[in-house]
């Protein structure tokens, strides 16, 4: 069973909004910190936005005031707002997760398979 399954990708207008969404699933015992990283062509994968269970979030100053990270703790999913795009956000969005499996005895970090986000006229 593929722990972290994420959707809401595409391709969008320069202005636009788009909202992602990444849903941990399986046999969970607890889930720490839950974020976004994007990778661009060429670029190394970045931090996007990161929210830890306490609901305190983090930004990287590119997205600042544009994107919006939450998480539904009963639905163990994370949300990615995204608003006013840019071209410049165009890349590959993965969701990580840091939680404890069932059968575990540590918290791991889990990736999500990365979902294509395009800003473009």
């Known amino acids: 069973q593929v722990p972290l399954v994420g959707s809401g990708g595409g391709l969008v207008q320069p202005g636009g909004s788009l909202r992602l969404s990444c849903a941990a699933s399986?046999?969970?015992?607890?889930?720490?910190?839950m974020g976004w990283y994007r990778q661009a062509p060429g670029k190394q994968r970045e931090l996007v936005a990161t929210?830890?269970?306490?609901?305190?979030?983090n930004y990287a100053d590119s997205v600042k005031g544009r994107f919006t990270i939450s998480r539904d703790n009963a639905k163990n999913t994370v949300y990615l707002q995204m608003n006013s795009l840019k071209p410049e956000d165009t890349a590959v969005y993965y969701c990580?997760?840091?939680?404890?499996?069932?059968?575990?005895?540590?918290?791991?970090?889990?990736w999500g398979q990365g979902t294509q986000v395009t800003v473009s006229p």
């Open positions: 399986g046999s969970i015992f607890g889930i720490n910190a």
């Open positions: 990580n997760v840091n939680m404890r499996r069932w059968g575990r005895t540590s918290f791991d970090n889990y």
């Open positions: 929210i830890t269970s306490g609901g305190v979030t």
